[in-house]
């Protein structure tokens, strides 16, 4: 089943590599397995870091295994010694520590970082972006103490902590350039259902806003924006992420906005390189054209599509083809995102039994192929469920019932041919 002594190298000690990692050593894997990984902490889980506001790593509990889960697995977790260069040619990752590791398989997982903030006082203290688990404990310990909270970018991270400063009873106002929140992941139809709920619970709200500057002495104090000063003794800011594609880039692999892959992840440049998760750009039936999508979801499934691949499994002939799905919880607020939704797509938002729990179900040539939902669990699995299988749901069927009441009555369009 192993096909060179060198064995797997994965750069990169997320939930990507992680899941690249474990189901390897599940599909009966038996050549060396080793994660290359940039921060001195085993994987681990990165929904919680925005959701919750500890100042103990033990409080966050966010390990996705213990340490001996390696150890017995014989998996070489090499924390804080990150790839620095690749050798294409040779089939080595240089590490930073300066150790050639020989791969006969690379699995890029390296991810994405933030998207720096780029006016004057972005390095002031007191300013702080969140990925990685050593802010959030930085942002939950100050916390604390904090009061006027400026969180700028009004994406999944921002609002999620958001809900969380103010819970901490933190004044909070979010500050994002676009007309609306979550412009590029949730429907123009269902935002104002969101924002609305966000400023409901106190939340103050500034779209089509831009920072102009943070400004202090010694330590932030005030955000500058082009409408007016907000004070701020912190600011947490979310304005997007760039896929970490850089030393893919420099081995001459051929990237766009993440590492291009074919439909089993492959390098279009070098086959015996993979690329998943965050830093991948891929084809994907439910996108236009090669699409990067970041979710744990997306990072568990394309690793362990990979890894099955290399370990020979006969379940990995075709491509990768899983239906994303994303979640966010926000204070008391949960969206549920199933499906890939386009611009163009005709969108139809649907209260039922009361205002807080909402749908948006998005039609591209009369046929469902996403669904949003504000507090409505149910109807998001029954969107799940139904789009994995590809059960054709025309806007007729959802013209006066769910998704959840289709699937229990056998309504569908499917059944009905």
Known sequence: MTSAAAGVVIVGGGQAGFSVASTLRASGYDAPVTVLAAEPHPPYQRPPLSKKAH????????????????????IDLRLGDEAVALDLAARTALTRTGTAVPYDQLVLATGARNRPLPVPGADLPGVHALRSLDEALEIGRALTTARDVVVVGGGFIGLELARVALSRGARVTVVELAQRLLGRAVSAELEPWLRQRHERAGLRILTGTAVRALEGAGRVEQVVTDHEVLPADLVVYGIGAVPR????????????DGVLVDGQLRSV?????????????????QADGPVRLESVQNAVDQGALVARRIAGSADTAGPYRSLPWFWSDQGDVKLQIAGLRSN????????????????AYAFRDGLLVAVETLNWPAEHLAARRMLERGTPVSAADLAETTLGALARAGRTAEVRR
């Open 245 to 256: 594609d850089e030393l893919a880039g420099r081995a001459g692999l051929a990237v766009r």
């Open 344 to 359: 163009g797509d005709e969108v139809r938002v649907v209260p039922r039994d009361t205002a807080e729990r909402l749908a």
């Open 55 to 74: 100042t103990e790593p033990q409080d966050l509990r966010v390990e996705l295994v213990p340490e001996s889960f390696y150890r017995d697995r014989d």
């Open 269 to 285: 440049t070098d086959p015996r390189v993979s690329a998943v998760g965050d830093c991948a750009r891929c084809p994907h039936p």
